[in-house]
């Protein structure tokens, strides 16, 4: 199950822990004792499976996610996608992400995934452009025709 981080529609789709791990994050760098917003990240309240982050609550409209160079370091070593998830979010912030709940980019924003599609794509495009075969048993050539097949031909 996973969770929507997002502006009203304009988000994307992290994991449980994903969400977890930027919660934690945005407390740690981001929020001082007595913050409302530290009590909204720390909260096991939204926690749970499949739970959303509305980035209003930690982020007012109008207010960009700045991220250093020196975090999103950091941010790498937090998890093989976390340093893209806290991109993503900033770009949000900025108004630069524009994809809405249903969308792809939504869903398939992690570089392995990425990688992945553009494979299948080659692969796609491999098939569509290579040779023709008329049978799925191999080339015409390497094809065994019995007596019966050669009276049907």
């Not at 919660?23 to 760098?29: E, S, Y």
């Not at 930690?58 to 893209?84: D, H, K, M, V, Y």
Request: charged share 25%.
């Amino acid at each position: 199950m996973s969770s929507f981080i997002c502006y009203g529609d304009i988000g994307v789709w992290a994991t449980n822990s994903e969400r977890d791990a930027f919660l934690d994050w945005f407390a740690q760098n981001r929020c001082t004792l007595g913050d409302k917003r530290l009590e909204f990240c720390t909260s096991e309240g939204y926690r749970w499976p499949g739970c959303g982050v509305e980035l209003d609550n930690l982020i007012p409209r109008g207010q960009i996610l700045e991220i250093n160079t020196s975090e999103l370091a950091a941010a790498e070593q937090l998890g093989p996608n976390f340093a893209e998830l806290l991109r993503i979010i900033a770009a949000i912030t900025r108004g630069d992400w524009l994809h809405q709940l249903g969308s792809h980019e939504t869903e398939w924003w992690r570089p392995s995934f990425k990688a992945l599609e553009a494979r299948w794509k080659r692969e796609e495009q491999e098939l569509l452009n290579g040779p023709v075969q008329s049978s799925s048993f191999g080339p015409d050539a390497l094809i065994n025709f019995s007596s019966r097949d050669k009276d049907l031909k």
